[in-house]
T-cell receptor, first 114, second 114 residues
């Protein structure tokens, strides 16, 4: 069975540009979450979506937005990119949306902002 | 608020030696606890998960962790290190109830030398 898949795997953007990252959860999983991992640090929670509704949001500016589609796939959008947005963006899925459900991660999308 | 502290950003062991990676959590109620491993340039892989069924949790690749409520700890151990265990290890916590948000520690980089 396919795990969590993300695209693109690597991308380079210029400051001020916009980026869209995509994620397909494990088949049957209804919840998708996004995390940002800056080099040398642990992942930081950005969003969780469950059944197409935002369930939780981390401490990130409004430049970050996301959505979940009827097929449970998800997009993360970041506007007005800053150099500090350079990071590994991890998508994760779980069967349900409540705490304690095992969360499975994708391989991530490496974003470099120059 | 919940938090996770991983003692030791770098741990180095000899092949065949005991691996001990330390994790302490802060939470008003016993949370769910996880250990993830991250190999270079990859996403996160779940090693094991504590949900209160048993205090000693066995995971993949010979790892196990023991939940100690009195010490608010969830240390990860492996009796005999293998070269392939070299990676970054993250302890994470999520609260019971609410939405499924993982709070990660800063990570511990494990080096295994011959």
């Amino acid at each position: 069975d396919a795990g969590v898949t993300q695209s693109p795997t690597h991308l380079i953007k210029t400051r001020g540009q916009h980026v869209t990252l995509r994620c397909s959860p494990i088949s049957g999983h209804k919840s998708v979450s996004w995390y940002q991992q800056v080099l040398g640090q642990g992942p930081q929670f950005i969003f969780q979506y469950y059944e197409k509704e935002e369930r939780g949001r981390g401490n990130f500016p409004d430049r970050f937005s996301a959505r979940q589609f009827p097929n449970y796939s998800s997009e993360l959008n970041v506007n007005a990119l800053l150099l500090g947005d350079s990071a590994l963006y991890l998508c994760a899925s779980s069967l349900e949306g409540s705490g304690g459900n095992t969360i499975y991660f994708g391989e991530g999308s490496w974003l470099t902002v120059v | 608020a919940q938090s996770v502290t991983q003692l030791g950003s770098h741990v180095s062991v000899s092949e065949g030696a005991l691996v001990l990676l330390r994790c302490n959590y802060s939470s008003s109620v016993p949370p769910y606890l996880f250990w993830y491993v991250q190999y270079p340039n990859q996403g996160l892989q779940l090693l094991l998960k504590y949900t209160s069924a048993a205090t000693l949790v066995k995971g993949i690749n010979g790892f196990e962790a023991e939940f100690k409520k009195s010490e608010t700890s969830f240390h990860l151990t492996k009796p005999s290190a293998h070269m392939s265990d070299a990676a970054e290890y993250f302890c994470a916590v999520t609260r019971r109830g609410g939405y499924n948000k993982l709070i990660f520690g800063a990570g511990t980089r494990l080096a295994v030398h011959p």
